[in-house]
């Protein structure tokens, strides 16, 4: 086994600690995703050298195997791939990550020749959910290495998400399920538009893949980049054109461009700014981000029923709530098109020990001194929602309606605890979650037609 060169030997795309940068290709549309990871690794000048790509096809992931593609260009330039099947000991995409891509990433590291990989993501993969795996998951007993997340070899240079312009706003504000658009498994309760959504949302940088100008509707083009803008400001936006696709110098220069304070991967937790890279708060074609605020908790029932505001002609709605039945954990509510999910967000400062206040971030500190109140703590409600075509008006007024009135707030905790509280439960699947199974993670893995990684 080689050892990986030092990090002058690994050129530009070298980190000062050594690991191996990735960067991470989303989108729907798996044939823009395609261009843009080839465009990634192809020979010409401005491209990485010893850039390898690699892309697994879930479409048979709920029969336990996936198809891994991995292409790079030799010493003399020849573009050269291979793929070969990978049987999961369960089939479902968590066991994906754990069993094959997470352990492949460390491998690949060590590669002298590898100084890039490219992940080209199978449209179904959320790469916040991927970049988190990286950071977080630890994967067991690989000879030869310290058990670890991989991001002990590799960090997330950026991620590129590819949007369709002609299509994406529809996906993305629809109700539409993966499995329905003929993506994924049958079982995959996802929509179009949360997987749409949060593709865009954790992009450092958008490739937007236009249409025939003769078939453009200017207005319908105006608002997608308005909601671009606002989704992910300042990633830099590529328009890729039928008679102008995405080249391997365009590409490059959309990398260049990504700012260095982009989050490259990092993932935000439910009690960070709920309006990440301070995006415009101007109206654009009808496009705009409203805000909601409340110091007094919401009534679980009436909440339930204003959901419905944040789920008509609104792009995306997240945020934290007081409940007033559950008042020592914020609930966490996030929206995309016609879906939306309200899970646990994490404990209030003011349910804390001092120890475990100890252990939160001082930025959360500060914001939590800065809105306390004697009685309540930081106790509040934060909303955003990014919409389209609603009445931000009613939106307010439904919110607005859930919190508690004069008489119900100065009633106090034992009379809200009587309400009743359709937020009681929450599901959670095993098999999304990701923390590494007992026993050996590799040797779960099957291996047919095996690739040995030194190849690339």
Known sequence: MNDRGSAQEQGAEATSDGRTPVVLVTGLD??????????????????AAGTVLVHHDLS??????????MSWVDPDGRRRERTVGVKLAHGCVS???????????????RRSAVRRIVLTLDPILEPERIAWAVAEVVVEGMPGFVDGPASRDVRIEATIACVAEQD???????????????FGPVDDERTLAQV???????????????????????????????????LAPHAPIMMELPQRPATPL????LLAHVSPTSRRGRVDAPHDPLLRGEPPLDA?????????????????????DAIDALL???????????????????????????????????????????????????????????????????????????????????????????CLNEVEFAAGQDFWATFDDPFGGFHADPCDDLDPPVGDVVDAVTIIDHIDPREA
């Open 196 to 230: 749409a959504v949060g593709q865009v949302a954790f992009a450092d940088a958008l490739v937007v893949a236009g249409c025939d100008p003769a078939m453009r509707d200017a207005w319908e083009s105006a608002r997608l980049t308005a909601v671009l803008k606002r």
């Open 250 to 253: 365009l590409v490059a220069r």
């Open 312 to 402: 008509d002609g609104v792009v995306t709605a997240r945020g934290r709530i007081w409940l007033a039945t559950q008042s020592d954990e914020a609930l966490w509510l996030e929206s995309a098109g016609g879906a939306l999910q309200v899970a646990h967000g994490g404990r209030w400062l003011a349910a804390m020990s001092d120890e475990d206040i100890n252990s939160v971030s001082l930025e959360r500190r500060a914001m939590g001194a800065l809105r306390w109140d004697a009685d309540h703590g930081d106790r509040h409600t934060s909303l955003v929602a990014l919409v389209h075509r609603a009445d931000v008006n009613e939106i307010h007024a439904a919110l607005r309606s859930a």
């Open 95 to 109: 066991c994906t990550l754990r069993e094959d891509l997470l352990p492949l990433l460390r491998r690949l590291h």
């Open 30 to 47: 798996s044939e823009v995703v395609s261009r843009v990871g080839d465009a990634l690794t192809a020979d010409e000048p401005g491209v």
């Open 60 to 69: 048979d992931v709920s029969d336990g195997r996936v198809a891994r593609r």
């Open 284 to 304: 654009d074609c009808g496009v705009r981000w409203m805000e909601f605020h409340a110091d007094r908790p919401m009534h679980p029932a009436r909440l339930h």
């Open 168 to 182: 994406w706003l529809e996906s993305a504000t629809g109700d539409t399920t993966l499995a329905e658009a003929g």
